[in-house]
């Protein structure tokens, strides 16, 4: 059973700080995706990451895939007011449904 | 082009009544997905739809909760007889393909059930 795990729960930071949230899973991810959900507002998509090892990268935002596809962590430079939302990762080659995405990290950026 | 759209946005109901909450996909996308969440929480699965297979209904939490998909385009998901732990934003997503492919996810803004 993959359960995907995603750390912190919630974090408050201000305005120009970094920060990394991290997702993690007991098994082997095909691929994964990142999304976030802005409130009142239905999840968007980030980035997928296929390969182990792979970072990308997203204006002020770096994804990166572990070399043994297990985890991933999203870091933001600089976070502004506008990046705050719930980050959510999801298991997007598993095939049980029920255990694809993770709980979310909820961000607030404070001005 | 036309987003995942979801109706309606809010409702309001009485414990013990039935909803019917709808979605309608984007055109030409064969997997269409239900998820709950809580306030503050990540999304719960509740139903997968795939073309013309049979539904994945794993995440259904009680005989209350169907659903259904006309057509291979619009869906319904009702609950009968609505309790207060009902209470959730309901979230309709589709795709173009689903199990296994890393394809992007299409959310609907998602309808806020409220059960008094």
């Known amino acids: 059973t993959q359960l995907l795990e995603q750390s912190p729960q919630f974090l408050s930071i201000q305005e120009g700080e970094n920060l990394t949230v991290y997702c993690n899973s007991s098994?082997?991810?095909?691929?994964l995706q990142w999304y976030r959900q802005e409130p009142g507002e239905g999840p968007v998509l980030l980035v997928t990451?296929?390969?182990?090892?792979e970072v990308k990268k997203l204006k002020r935002l770096t994804f990166q895939f572990g070399d043994a596809r297990k985890d991933s962590s999203l870091h933001i430079t600089a976070a502004q007011p506008g990046d705050t939302g719930l980050y959510l990762c999801?298991?997007?080659?598993?095939?049980?449904?029920?255990?694809?995405f993770g709980k979310g990290t909820l961000l607030t950026v404070n001005p | 082009g036309a987003g995942v759209s979801q109706s309606p946005s809010n409702k309001v109901t009485e414990k013990g009544k039935d909803v019917e909450l709808r979605c309608d996909p984007i055109?030409?996308?064969?997997?269409l997905y239900w998820y709950r969440q809580s306030l503050g929480q990540g999304l719960e699965f509740l139903i997968y739809?795939?073309?013309?297979?049979?539904?994945?209904k794993s995440g259904l939490p009680s005989d209350r909760f169907s659903a259904e998909r006309t057509g291979g385009s619009v869906s319904t998901l009702t609950i009968q007889r609505t309790q207060q732990e009902d209470s959730a934003v309901y979230l309709c997503?589709?795709?173009?393909?689903?199990?296994?492919?890393?394809?992007?996810?299409?959310f609907g803004p998602g309808t806020r059930l409220t059960v008094t």
């Open positions: 739809f795939q073309g013309n297979s049979a539904p994945d």
């Open positions: 990451v296929v390969t182990g090892g």
């Open positions: 997503a589709s795709s173009l393909v689903g199990r296994g492919a890393p394809y992007e996810q299409y």
């Open positions: 055109s030409g996308h064969t997997a």
């Open positions: 999801y298991n997007s080659g598993g095939s049980n449904y029920k255990l694809t």
């Open positions: 098994s082997v991810f095909s691929s």
